[in-house]
Structure formats: C-alpha cells, structure tokens
C-alpha cells in the first residue's frame, strides 16, 4: 500500500465555518506533512509531524490547527477562514531521515474553497 | 538566499526526447528530487538524484552536478498522458523541508 488517502475531495465552507481536513497512510511513514498549493505554483510546507510531534510549523495563522493523534493519521481543523485561503491542500508522508526512500507521497488533496 | 530555477513552459512532441533543466542554489544539499503533478492532482515522485551522475528509470532519467548546481529530467518517447508539471526540489539542511522549483509545464504536441 502505497498510497495517501485524503477526504474530503472537495469541500466548500463559509468563513464562520468549523471543518477538518483529515489524512492517513499505512506505509508506516513517522513523517507527515500539510501543504498549501494555489494554482500554478509550487506546494508551500504549513506543518511537518515528526513521530506524532509538531516539528515544523511555517509561521501559519492559527485558523489552521493540525492534529496528529496517531502515527497514521493526519488531520487539519480549520476554522474562520478567509477567502484567500482557498487552495488545494495536500497530506503527505515520508519516511524519516535522509537518503533514497525518503521521497514524500502526496494524497490527492482536498480542494478548499472559502466563500 | 535559496533559489531554484525551471522553466515555466516548454513544448514538444510525441515521440519526442525533451529534457528539463533545473538549476539551484541553497544552503546545504541533502538530495534533489523531481516530481510530475498533472493539473488539478497530486504531485507523484519520480526520482531522486544526491549523487553526481544520472539515475535511469524507464522512460525518465535524471542527472545531477552537484559542483554545478544542475540537474536535469530526460523524458524518452513522449507520450501524450506525459503533458503536466514537473517539479524540481530540493532537500537542504532539514530532512523534511524541500525547496520547490515554481514547476515546468510540459505540453505535448502529437
């Protein structure tokens, strides 16, 4: 199993809205990992789990929670959004350290729109 | 600063070779990998260079020079479903933040 399932797919929320983003892998990655992509542009790294402990937070508004509450499971609360927070977010996971194997696989995302 | 640089576009054709170019600048290399993320889905791996010289995988291959700060992705035999973006990126310093080229959007011609 190599895969990163994401849900929802699609979802669309109005800014006094409370919703969650949720990921999970099962390839035993203790690397996982939210991104932000807006369109035509690079994917920007918001959080980084390291063994289910916050590692990297990107100096991101506290609107966006993540959660990890165990080794393969990812989730992102989101609350009062604005609408500039729509984007495709990506999960994704890795093995740790450095070297071949260390490749991040990505879910398919969760397109966000904020209205 | 860091820097990575692609070109934004490029076109060829089917049945083609095309090679992509990337060249970086950061602080620290620990491996360059490049990803293909077709519009609207997810980014897949492709391959992983941190030593000198080139890595061959099917139809992909990938190069790297690290004195130069260059790597390059070969696509062989071009197929249509090989029109999308492909990412350049970086491992630095960190073993978990990856420096991101802005992406080469590769459009196939038949």
């Known amino acids: ?115 | 600063g860091q820097n990575i640089d692609q070109p934004t576009e490029m076109t060829a054709t089917e049945g083609a070779i095309v090679q992509i170019n990337c060249t970086y600048q950061t602080s620290g290399f620990n491996g360059l990998f490049w990803y293909q993320q077709h519009a609207g889905e997810a980014p897949t791996f492709l391959s992983y260079n941190v030593l000198d010289g080139l890595e061959e995988k099917g139809r992909f291959s990938s190069f790297l020079s690290r004195s130069k700060g260059y790597s390059y992705l070969l696509l062989k035999e071009l197929q249509m479903k090989d029109s999308a973006s492909y990412l350049c990126a970086v491992r630095g310093n960190s073993n978990y933040q990856l420096i991101w080229g802005a992406g080469t959007k590769l459009i196939i011609k038949p």
């Open chain 1, 1 to 115: 199993d190599t895969e990163v399932t994401q849900t929802p797919k699609h979802l669309v929320m109005g800014m006094t809205n409370k919703k969650s983003l949720k990921c999970e892998q099962h390839m035993g990655h203790r690397a996982m990992y939210w991104y932000k992509q807006k369109a035509k542009k690079p994917p920007e790294l918001m959080f980084v789990y390291s063994y289910e402990k916050l590692s990297i937070n990107e100096s991101v508004p506290s609107r966006f929670s993540p959660e990890c509450p165990n080794s393969s499971l990812l989730n992102l609360h989101l609350h009062a959004l604005q609408p500039e927070d729509s984007a495709l977010y990506l999960c994704a996971s890795s093995q740790q350290g450095a070297g071949t194997g260390t490749e991040a696989f990505f879910g398919q995302g969760t397109r966000l729109t904020v209205v």
